[in-house]
């Protein structure tokens, strides 16, 4: 059985322009259901080193209308997922196992939409942080590491700097 590899890879100044390629194939085939698409995770981030998978944050009017739609995702290479552990969510990968590109629809307002764009923004405007985050990400790819411990690796560093963008940089205790 064929394993997923775990790759982290400097940044690709080339990811803005694939999530804008993509961007333009989720609209065209999806029409009116889509308000928002959003590039999201490290590749959005200049600079950040990243699995070389674009993610994209679809904001959808209906999710009923999109699991309508549902073949024309298929049609451009996305393999439905469900909510895959997220309520509310829509869950969409291509590329077979070395994916390409993860889809996460959310109709407009989900409260996942501002936790995913603080947290990215808040890497963007806090270089540091990105920074460690980078060295984080490299040590935990190092050796072959599966993408479950890479997971697991990250949650610690997730959670804080999540709290910390949807607060303003304030926790209160």
Not at 59 to 81: F, M, N
Not at 87 to 99: A, E, S
Not at 140 to 160: I, M
Request: glycine share 10%; aromatic share 6%; net charge neutral.
């Amino acid at each position: 059985m064929e394993r997923r590899v775990l790759e982290v890879v400097a940044y690709n100044p080339e990811w803005p322009q694939r999530f804008e390629a993509e961007q333009a194939l989720l609209r065209e085939a999806l029409g009116g259901v889509v308000v928002k698409v959003h590039h999201m995770g490290s590749t959005a981030v200049p600079g950040l080193p990243a699995k070389p998978i674009i993610d994209l944050l679809l904001e959808v009017s209906d999710l009923q209308e999109l699991d309508e739609r549902t073949p024309e995702l298929e049609a451009l290479g996305y393999k439905a997922k469900g909510e895959n552990g997220i309520t509310g969510r829509r869950y969409f990968q291509k590329g077979g196992l070395q994916r390409t590109h993860h889809l996460h629809a959310f109709k407009t307002g989900d409260a996942q939409v501002v936790r995913h764009l603080a947290f990215r923004d808040y890497l963007i405007g806090h270089p540091e942080v990105a920074r460690e985050y980078a060295d984080l990400k490299m040590r935990l790819a190092a050796g072959g590491t599966s993408v479950a411990k890479y997971q697991e690796g990250k949650e610690g560093f997730l959670a804080l700097h999540e709290r910390l963008a949807l607060t303003g940089g304030v926790i209160c205790v």
